[in-house]
């Protein structure tokens, strides 16, 4: 799972049966839209209707979430055996979470949220979220959590993970042995897929996500970045933040990610027609063999085996896929971006220790192995609990992915709609050849640098 539940099956099934024949990015083109799927919500027990509104009550916790979710049945149950009072699920996607959760929050509902880590920047700022520093340092089990680091702000933790993933390179070996492998080089890595473009029948050698507004996006220009860099921002220790990348490294990851795969060979290493493909449709292209390697996460398996869109040869082209560490742009080193998923507490619900007893039992060792058994996509974010999907789905190559996110970096509490808009625009503008990539990167910087303060 990534931050659009790439696993989820209602989700998957929702996409249009364009998205499986690999021509979804004729939708895309310089349009808006954010990638998200569907805004409306399932209220998993109709307890605070298809908006997830209602009033706080002291007798039940009410909780809004992408994951925890009416298919993730055992940690649902699990939750309420170990919660004093009812508890409410609402299925909702994380961008109508946010939104809603940013306007009415303040009314106490939800009292549970879960988020993308792109969020916790804004819930902070908006002083909805309770610290839990106190609550988490008291657990046995408090020092086993991966990623914990970047749920720490000022001295305080703000959120509990439970999964977690880390950006890597998901490619066909049976394909790329045929070319000698997969590259470590960047550029290498293209000439490989322009050739495959070239030779194999129906297949593009690379995909990336173009919907511009599309989450991953951006996700997948930071994994890159994070090869040349260690931080993007950088505070103070006083809740300042300052940029801490180059005009160069902004503009090295938009040439060789956004410009090179589509205009540096001939063939093109992608494929032109697909500009402005989302993110679920480029996973479900992937494993229907319209591409031979893609960037992604480990919840791949989930698209294969799930979707409604993928095609008979799905879970087979998952077992000839192997993942490992994206190749290196120039300048650029093992790194990537690496997600942890929050679970906050809203500071204004009327019942924090019941909201607690439900974020104590979620995000506890038992809590992610009930939620693993449903969704086995995603990591662990607790070393307590064994990753087992290369096993389980007969694909032991698929355990690289356990070392990609080990290398991942996590970004801090900044906000990431406040530097999204000017991102999108530039990189847009790059992937139709309409601004040299350097210049988007100059650009970038100024518009980042300007809003460092704000963030």
Request: negative net charge; glycine residues 12%; hydrophobic residues 30%.
């Amino acid at each position: 799972m990534g931050d659009e539940s790439y696993s989820r099956r209602k989700y998957i099934a929702a996409v249009s049966a364009l998205a499986a024949t690999g021509a979804a990015g004729c939708l895309g083109g310089l349009g808006g839209g954010n990638g998200n799927g569907s805004d409306g919500s399932n209220g998993s027990n109709g307890s605070n209707g298809s908006d997830g509104s209602g009033g706080s009550n002291n007798n039940a916790v009410s909780v809004w979430t992408d994951a925890w979710d009416s298919d993730a049945g055992e940690l649902q149950q699990l939750i309420r055996d170990n919660t004093d009072v009812d508890v409410e699920f609402t299925d909702m996607r994380y961008d109508n979470i946010k939104q809603k959760f940013l306007t009415g929050g303040d009314t106490g509902t939800p009292d549970v949220a879960e988020a993308t880590p792109n969020h916790r920047g804004d819930y902070v700022s908006a002083e909805l979220i309770e610290p839990m520093t106190d609550r988490v340092e008291g657990l046995d089990y408090s020092d086993g959590y991966i990623g914990l680091d970047a749920m720490r702000y000022q001295d305080d933790i703000w959120a509990l993970p439970y999964i977690g993933n880390g950006r890597g390179m998901v490619y066909r070996k049976d394909i790329f042995e045929e070319y000698g492998g997969l590259p470590d080089n960047w550029s290498e890595f293209l000439e490989v897929c322009s050739s495959i473009t070239a030779d194999q029948d129906g297949m593009h050698g690379f995909t990336i996500t173009s919907q511009k507004g599309n989450t991953r996006m951006l996700q997948e220009f930071i994994s890159f970045l994070y090869q040349r860099v260690d931080r993007i921002f950088e505070t103070d220790g006083n809740g300042g933040w300052s940029l801490a990348v180059s005009e160069e490294d902004l503009g090295q990851v938009f040439k060789q990610y956004y410009w090179d795969p589509f205009f540096k060979h001939d063939p093109p290493a992608t494929n032109p027609d697909a500009r402005g493909i989302g993110s679920l449709e480029h996973d479900i292209a992937y494993v229907n063999g319209n591409y031979a390697s893609v960037s992604t996460g480990p919840w791949v398996p989930g698209v294969a085996q799930n979707s409604e869109n993928s095609n008979s040869e799905a879970m087979q082209n998952y077992r000839n896929s192997a993942a490992t560490h994206n190749p290196r742009i120039e300048g650029g080193e093992i790194g990537t971006y690496r997600e942890v998923k929050p679970i906050f507490m809203n500071t204004h619900s009327d019942n924090k220790e019941a909201s607690w007893q439900v974020i104590k039992t979620g995000t506890s060792p038992e809590g992610i192995r009930a939620y693993l058994n449903d969704y086995p996509g995603n990591l662990p974010a607790h070393e307590d609990v064994e990753w087992k999907v290369p096993e389980d789905t007969d694909n032991p190559d698929w355990a690289g992915f356990q070392e990609v996110f080990e290398s991942g970096t996590t970004y801090g509490f900044w906000s990431v709609s406040q530097i999204s808009s000017t991102f999108f625009d530039l990189s847009q503008a790059v992937i139709y050849d309409e601004t040299d990539p350097m210049d988007a990167g100059t650009e970038l910087h100024q518009a980042w640098s300007e809003k460092a303060g704000e963030i």
